[in-house]
């Protein structure tokens, strides 16, 4: 069946709404007010009401795209024979990418609603599955120490969680995971490394 011209112009709306609260967001937080979100999008703010009744049904759903997106950029990384260095410098190419949406999210998590906070927790269990697999087969090869595969995820996790947290102090206006890449990188794989 083809959309009609109404289907199409109302999803063209709707994804201006999700581009402009992406950015907003990420630059403002999630207490961002409607107004600007409907204002970069460049609709009334009863338009934006009409798609999204509520501003966490807009996150939810603004939430769980990303979450879709991030994901579908770590399949690429699926079947990888690269080392554990290639597989995180990969990871961090991904978040830089997105850094502002994501380091709100770390950062403002107990501002989201369950189904956006829950967008965060897909994220991390995507890029598990392909840490999972490249862990297992370095332990394998004798290249990493046999350290439980969920301690060595977290501390990951944990490591660039920290940076993001502190970005302003780290590297104010810009990318604190590109500028930091190497290093941490470097650090986490010695820690984890068999001498």
């Not at 996790?157 to 941490?184: C, F």
Request: charged letters at 20%.
């Amino acid at each position: 069946m083809q959309k009609t011209k109404r289907q199409i112009q109302k999803e063209q709306t709707r994804k201006k709404i999700i581009e402009a609260a992406y950015k907003v967001y990420s630059e403002n937080g999630f207490t961002a007010a409607s107004a600007a979100i409907a204002k970069e999008a460049g609709v009334s703010h009863g338009l934006l009401f009409l798609h999204f009744p509520t501003l966490d049904e807009l996150l939810a759903c603004l939430s769980a795209e990303f979450a879709h997106s991030i994901c579908e950029e770590f399949k690429e990384l699926a079947g990888t024979e690269g080392s554990i260095e290639d597989l995180l410098g990969a990871h961090v190419d991904i978040l830089s990418a997105h850094e502002g949406f994501y380091a709100r999210m770390v950062a403002e998590a107990a501002l989201l609603p369950k189904g956006a906070a829950n967008a965060l927790a897909n994220v991390q269990a995507c890029f598990a599955a392909y840490f999972n697999a490249v862990l297992d087969r370095e332990i394998k090869n004798g290249v990493l120490k046999r350290l439980p595969a969920g301690i060595l995820l977290h501390t990951w996790i944990g490591l660039l969680h920290y940076y993001l947290l502190n970005k302003d102090a780290l590297a104010p206006g810009g990318s604190v995971l590109s500028r930091y890449k190497k290093q941490l990188i470097f650090t986490y794989c010695e820690l984890i490394r068999r001498q």
